[in-house]
């Protein structure tokens, strides 16, 4: 991440034009996401499709790639966000709903190069203690998926390991082997 900016109060961040790669902001200080590489937008699009799978067909969640979520005066930009539907805001005839002001059921961050770990585990952390269900660290370096829940310690994850996330959704998991062999040459 680069700084771009220090000073501004999140009112006059929400006011700047849209960047990319997209602007995040914490504590009065505007910083600029870092581009993402191959790996990351591979991974991106395979959690996003599976994601989708298991809570898309019954209307149990959306799931969100690269939305702004402000709340708590942060705003962040996670690599994927997932919504119950029950806790979405209604659209009103063609009003639009535009930054989501709450916490998202789960967040996903994963780090590309230029990125710290250290960094992306405080946001993650931020997260579960701000309201998230769950947060997951993903890193293609040695795929793993490090996961954060509220109450409890990190938990790190590695190939041949599944997930359960029943805290966003009944049944939902991911398998690490499926999510990382979309990294594997054919």
Do not use: N
């Not at 590489?37 to 209307?59: A, C, D, N």
């Not at 029950?86 to 996903?108: F, M, W, Y």
């Not at 960094?119 to 309201?131: D, F, I, N, P």
């Amino acid at each position: 991440m680069v700084t771009v900016r220090q000073g501004l109060t999140l009112d006059e961040f929400l006011a700047l034009p849209e960047e990319k790669p997209a602007l995040e902001y914490c504590e009065g200080v505007v910083t600029q996401k870092v581009a993402p590489k191959y790996e990351h937008s591979v991974l991106q699009g395979e959690l996003i499709w599976e994601l989708r799978r298991q809570l898309e067909p019954e209307k149990i969640a959306r799931v969100l790639p690269e939305q702004r979520i402000v709340y708590l005066d942060r705003a962040y930009v996670p690599d994927v966000v997932v919504y119950r539907r029950e806790r979405l805001p209604r659209r009103l005839g063609r009003q639009r709903i535009g930054e989501l002001c709450i916490p998202p059921d789960l967040a996903v961050e994963i780090i590309s190069p230029g990125e710290t770990i250290g960094a992306l585990e405080a946001k993650c952390r931020w997260y579960v203690e701000h309201g998230v269900r769950g947060a997951l660290l993903v890193d293609d370096r040695d795929e793993t998926i490090r996961v954060f829940r509220p109450d409890a310690p990190p938990a790190t994850h590695h190939r041949g390991d599944q997930i359960a996330l029943d805290e966003v959704a009944p049944g939902l998991h991911l398998v690490l082997d499926e999510v990382f062999a979309t990294l594997d040459p054919e």
